[in-house]
């Protein structure tokens, strides 16, 4: 597999860290006036966390990296939803946000996926 793409879910695992902890971590200490701006700050963590969270199949070399990655997808949902039913604060933009990361990865790994069958062959 070419080189570029080995290193793909390695950067976006990292990135999507970085973006998660910075965004969290910042969001409470601004005050932000667009509802649209705050709505993207506030789902960022989630949406980061789905994406990232997704390719640690294909750096593992999971033998089945889109059900590991469907796992880990329905585990984010199943924290969230538990939201529901405690003193936690439950946001269906979370949701969302965790179903398009998670879609995103899919992709990522579908690609990587295919892209190495073409290089083995």
Known sequence: MNTRLKLLPIIVLLFSISIAILTHTIRHYFEIDSQFLNLIIASLP???AALG????????????????TM???????????????TSRTFDINDIIAILLGA?????????????ERITDN
């Open 46 to 48: 989630n949406f980061a």
């Open 53 to 68: 969270l997704s390719m640690i199949p294909l750096i593992i070399k999971s033998k089945k990296p889109i059900i590991s």
């Open 71 to 85: 796992g880990i997808t329905v585990g984010l949902l199943i924290y969230e939803l538990e939201q529901l039913f």
């Open 103 to 115: 879609i995103i990865g899919y992709i990522i790994i579908k690609k990587s996926i295919a892209n």
